[in-house]
């Protein structure tokens, strides 16, 4: 059987935005929780024209934000906006910033390779620590197989990539694979990839692109969220951008912008 790749982007119109009724949808993302207390790191990237959700990023300095380049990619940096220090996408004590520059690599090729961009957002973030505060990326370790890792969004909370978007953050607690296990698959992953699996009906979905993929036991991100299947949560494994890689382009970013 052969599978579609899917990016995880999600293009929300007014319209689709007013029909979902957060009564009527379970309160997990594919297999996910919503979340217990502040994830500081995570951020929503929203169309400034209506503040609806289209994907995640995380906060890797006062100024910069990191994601996915296909969130980036044929976007108007001024009509984007980036939410922060909230777990709940209507909540009024959260801090919102414009985007003044953004970049995408230039060696990004969809669904194979680099899908990674930085953001500059300005004013720049308030740290406190528990509600707004950076991850880390550094780490050149590279990440193999079996290690517990952890993934927040705001991403579809149903196997359909149309489905109902939920209000609440949620998280996922998987465990990664190599990328050899990873093409045993259907997959033929870069160097530039991580992929990442629990179990069938578990898995990121459209919105959760751009969001983080962290280490559980460290304050260390080592994904970003890039491309699955069509259909979420099939019990295959969803790909992610390898951070530790580029962590070295992303520290050229943040230095030049």
């Known amino acids: ?146 290690e517990s890792v952890m993934l927040t969004g705001w991403g579809s909370i149903s196997p359909s990539t149309l489905g109902p978007l939920p209000e609440d953050l949620q998280f996922l607690k998987l465990r990664t694979l190599t990328n050899s296990e990873c093409n045993r698959f259907v997959f033929n992953v870069s160097n530039t990839e991580i992929c990442a699996l629990r179990s069938p009906l578990n898995g990121a979905c459209a919105g959760d692109s751009g969001g983080p993929l962290v280490l559980e036991d460290q304050n260390t991100q080592v994904g970003v969220v890039s491309y699955g299947t069509m259909i979420c949560g099939l019990g295959l494994p969803d790909v992610y951008t390898r951070v530790s890689i580029l962590s070295d382009w992303i520290d050229e970013q943040v230095k030049k912008m």
């Open 1 to 146: 059987m052969q599978f579609v790749k899917y990016l995880f982007i999600l293009i929300v119109s007014p319209s689709i935005t007013k029909s979902i009724d957060p009564e009527d949808v379970d309160n997990k993302i594919v297999g996910g929780s919503k979340v217990t207390s502040p994830i500081p790191y995570q951020v929503s990237l929203q169309h400034s024209r209506n503040n609806a959700h289209f994907c995640g990023g995380s906060i890797i300095s006062s100024e910069h934000v990191l994601t996915a380049a296909h969130c980036l990619k044929g976007q108007n940096k001024n009509r984007i906006s980036v939410l922060a220090g909230v777990t709940n996408l209507k909540q009024k004590t959260g801090s919102r910033h414009s985007v003044s520059k953004f970049v995408i690599h230039k060696n990004y090729k969809e669904l194979v390779r680099n899908d990674i961009g930085v953001m500059k957002i300005s004013p720049p973030f308030t740290f406190d620590n528990k509600t707004i505060g950076q991850i880390g990326y550094k780490s050149k370790r590279k990440i193999g197989g079996g």
